[in-house]
C-alpha cells in the first residue's frame, strides 16, 4: 500500500512557474518509480513526467520537455515538478503516481501505475 499527497497547486500567470511537490508513505520510496499526470476539463487524463526509483532517468511528454523538471528526494519520500514558463494550456488537475515495478525505467502509461494521489489543480492565466 502507498499512500500520495500533492500539493503545490495554485492561480498563476502564464510565464510564470510553480513547484508541485508529492509526498509518499507506505513502502520504501527508493524502490519504486514515479509518474505526473494531468487531466484538464473534458479531456483525458495525460502523462507529463516520470522519474525512475534511482532518480537518474527521467522521460518527459513532448508538451513540456524543456520547461518541466522532475525530481525527487528519497531522504523525504517526495517528488517533485517544477514547472516553469507555464502556459494556458497547462491549467489541469496535476496527480503523481507509483509504479511498482521493480524496473528503473520511467513509464508513461496510466495502466502502468499503481497508486494515484488526489491531485492538485494548476490553473494558468492568459
Known amino acids: 500500500q502507498v499512500q500520495l499527497v500533492e500539493s503545490g497547486g495554485g492561480l498563476v500567470q502564464a510565464g510564470g512557474s510553480l513547484r508541485l511537490s508529492c509526498a509518499a508513505s507506505?513502502?520504501?520510496?527508493?524502490?519504486?518509480?514515479m509518474g505526473w499526470f494531468r487531466q484538464a476539463p473534458g479531456k483525458e487524463r495525460e502523462f507529463v513526467a516520470a522519474?525512475?526509483?534511482?532518480?537518474?532517468?527521467?522521460y518527459y511528454a513532448d508538451s513540456v520537455n524543456g520547461r518541466f523538471t522532475i525530481s525527487r528526494d528519497n531522504t523525504k519520500n517526495t517528488v517533485y515538478l517544477q514547472m516553469n514558463s507555464l502556459k494556458p494550456e497547462d491549467t489541469a488537475v496535476y496527480y503523481c503516481?507509483?509504479?511498482?515495478?521493480?524496473?528503473?525505467?520511467?513509464?508513461?502509461?496510466?495502466?502502468?501505475?499503481?497508486?494515484w494521489g488526489q491531485g492538485t489543480q494548476v490553473t494558468v492565466s492568459s
Open positions: 522519474i525512475g526509483w534511482s532518480g537518474f532517468n527521467v
Open positions: 503516481a507509483a509504479d511498482l515495478s521493480p524496473s528503473d525505467r520511467p513509464r508513461s502509461k496510466i495502466y502502468e501505475y499503481d497508486y
Open positions: 507506505g513502502r520504501t520510496f527508493s524502490s519504486y518509480a
